[in-house]
């Protein structure tokens, strides 16, 4: 079964900084990949995901991921942070190649300085 | 359009209590999951649903956890006999369709605390 690791917990930026979100994951072939972001009360809402070809996807609100299989990674990226982005970051992959029910690392809580 | 509703948002049970929590997916969608969420925790998958069918309920972590959705619509999550340890946010989605590369969209949770 597939596996996804997220070394952060929590990573503090300044209002306008980059920011990295790092993501692993374990599968030998090429996975899904999915980001999901989930401010408090709400819900999780899909950020961008990755299924194949174009290794930089675009996804909403600014976001961008990079799939990098030499590094087993999916690291989420944003060229400048917004108040509003301050909230809980979870990179997902399915259990098993090509099933719906998807396994969450334990996320990386984003705190924006002003 | 509407997106996937829950309730109740938030619900307090002694222990030894029953509960039900309720999901109303985005109309049409054939996949239905429930996953829990440990305070500090990503979510974890409970049981999946296609349609009227329970595919999938490998994570149900004891017999006292029993989901259903009989006309393939709504869905609800019974816990019987709440324990301290199934306090969490328990949260529901939905997909269009059977695939893998399908979005699954999230409702708010049920944030459940047991006393």
Do not use: M
């Amino acid at each position: 079964a597939q596996s996804v690791t997220q070394p952060d917990i929590h990573i503090t930026v300044s209002e306008g900084a980059s920011l990295e979100l790092r993501c692993n994951y374990s599968y030998g072939a090429t996975p899904y990949l999915f980001w999901y972001v989930q401010s408090p009360g709400q819900g999780l809402q899909l950020l961008l995901k990755y299924f194949s070809g174009d290794t930089l996807v675009q996804g909403i609100k600014g976001f961008e991921a990079e799939f990098k299989r030499s590094q087993s990674s999916f690291n989420l990226r944003k060229p400048s942070v917004h108040w509003s982005d301050a909230a809980e970051y979870f990179c997902a992959v399915p259990v098993i190649q090509g099933a719906q029910k998807l396994v969450f690392g334990q996320g990386t809580r984003l705190t924006i300085n002003p | 359009g509407a997106g996937v509703s829950q309730s109740p948002r938030y619900k307090v049970a002694k222990r030894g209590q029953d509960v039900a929590l309720r999901c109303d997916p985005i109309s049409g969608h054939v996949s239905l999951f429930w996953y829990q969420q440990a305070l500090g925790q990503g979510p974890e998958f409970l049981t999946y649903f296609q349609n009227e069918a329970q595919l999938d309920k490998s994570g149900l972590p004891s017999d006292r956890f029993f989901a259903e959705r009989p006309e393939g619509s709504v869905s609800t999550l019974k816990i019987q006999r709440t324990q301290q340890e199934d306090s969490a946010v328990y949260l529901c989605a939905s997909s269009r369709s059977r695939t893998g590369r399908e979005t699954q969209y999230f409702g708010p949770g049920t944030r459940l605390l047991v006393l």
